[in-house]
């Protein structure tokens, strides 16, 4: 439920500081004290136990839908404004 909250707001609210992604490290690692069985173990490991990848990963996936839907139209969003293309637009 933690994770899902902050990957919703990956759009607008990206932690681009080392501090930053500390502060939802810590936040993780207090809902993962809720949780007996995996109480103990490091980021890593209950990322491999509960067979999830880790937030950055998932940070970048929704960084690339995001992309994906300025570019195919899906959002009211010039790509132009965000994006420098080739003069040839061959991409």
């Keep these: 439920m933690i994770r899902s909250h902050l990957e919703y707001g ?10 930053e992604k500390l502060d939802v490290g810590k936040i993780l690692r207090r809902a993962t004290k809720q949780i007996p069985s995996i109480s103990h173990l490091l980021y890593e490991d209950w990322l491999k136990f509960l067979k999830l990848p880790s937030l950055d990963f998932r940070r970048r996936r929704g960084n690339m839908i995001h992309v994906f839907k300025i570019m195919n ?10 994006f420098t293309f080739p003069p040839n637009n061959n991409t």
């Design 10 to 19: 990956n759009v607008i609210w990206h932690p681009r500081y080392r501090g």
């Design 73 to 82: 139209g899906m959002e009211r969003l010039d790509p132009h404004i965000f």
